[in-house]
């Protein structure tokens, strides 16, 4: 009897250290609307492979690009709710929550993208995020969606006035509508899933995306000019649930911490490696990266017309 007992005992304490480690395990959904291919999914995938290395397996990663797992709005519920780990989103999105993230959709703001790390990565950036917390949401860092630019079908555009009368797709949020018309040109707000077709079918003559998105959703297809604008530039938040990350121990948060600045290094240099290799945009743009390149290899005329030297919005 005391013989099993003991036995008893020693197999009741393995399975718990067994149950122990695997409540240590963790999985992170990291999720974002890009598309696979895009910058910003290399980025997660550079986190992911850093989270498992440095956590010896202990903590997975699964990437969900191209909004399978819904919209934007949809996952910053799901993470709320503890339902969703993480996800990639523009800044300006986080208006929603947190009205001053609306500045992040000015145009104009940043006249390069080292101004635009500095000010992200510096306090300011970590003051916005930090405004988040109350509202179940932990910034950890910023990843790149860059500098937008203009498409149309209609003709090319070497001034400001080349823009009047065009039908563009903005991002449906009033700024951007009062920008456009500032331009002279009319806004057409539009969920980002509708604007290809949109194109393709004529129902708006153009839309501004960054160059990263225009090639990774191909709208080279059914777009026959460029304007390298540089008219607004899009800081994507890193966020991660709060319940999730308050469910973390401290040696968990150090890695995926150190996992967001790593990888947010290497998707800011694979982002502006398409654009500009030369790897700045000022004093003189070079946009001689391969996706302009592409570009130009089938036909889409590219023009510079940098309106933040040249055109101020009033509001």
């Not at 992911?48 to 010896?56: A, D, L, R, T």
């Not at 709208?219 to 890193?238: G, L, T």
């Not at 005329?301 to 509001?315: A, H, K, P, Y």
């Amino acid at each position: 009897m005391k013989r099993f007992f003991i036995k008893t005992l020693i197999a009741s304490v393995a399975l718990a250290a067994a149950g122990v480690s695997i409540a240590q395990d963790k999985t992170i959904k990291f999720a974002t609307q890009n598309p696979k291919g895009h910058p910003i999914v290399l980025g997660m995938e550079k986190f992911k492979e850093v989270v498992e290395s440095k956590s010896g397996g202990k903590i997975k990663v699964n990437l969900f690009p191209g909004g399978t797992l819904g919209s934007d709005q949809a996952n910053v519920s799901a993470m709320q709710g503890g339902t969703l780990e993480m996800v990639s989103m523009n800044s300006g999105i986080l208006a929603s929550q947190v009205k001053e993230f609306a500045i992040f959709d000015f145009p104009f703001m940043f006249p390069n993208e080292a101004v635009a790390d500095a000010v992200v990565d510096g306090p300011f950036g970590q003051k916005m995020h930090a405004k988040l917390q109350d509202k179940g949401l932990i910034g950890l860092g910023y990843y790149e969606l860059g500098f937008r630019q203009i498409t149309n079908s209609k003709r090319a555009v070497t001034k400001v006035e080349d823009l009047e009368g065009l039908k563009l797709r903005v991002i449906p949020n009033p700024i951007n509508v009062d920008w456009v018309k500032a331009l002279g040109a009319n806004p057409t707000p539009l969920p980002f899933p509708e604007v290809y077709s949109a194109l393709e079918q004529k129902a708006i003559d153009g839309q501004e995306n960054p160059i990263t998105v225009i090639n990774a959703n191909k709208f080279y297809e059914v777009q026959k000019h460029v304007v390298i604008s540089n008219h607004q530039y899009n800081p994507q938040s890193v966020l991660i649930s709060k319940k999730f990350w308050d469910g973390l121990n401290a040696d968990q948060k150090k890695i995926v911490s150190e996992a967001v600045a790593a990888s947010a290094k290497y998707q800011r240099e694979q982002a502006r490696g398409l654009v500009a290799p030369k790897g700045h945009f000022d004093p003189l743009p070079q946009y001689d990266g391969p996706a302009i390149g592409h570009f130009a290899g089938i036909g889409i005329e590219s023009n510079i017309l940098l309106l933040g030297t040249s055109f101020r919005v009033e509001f």
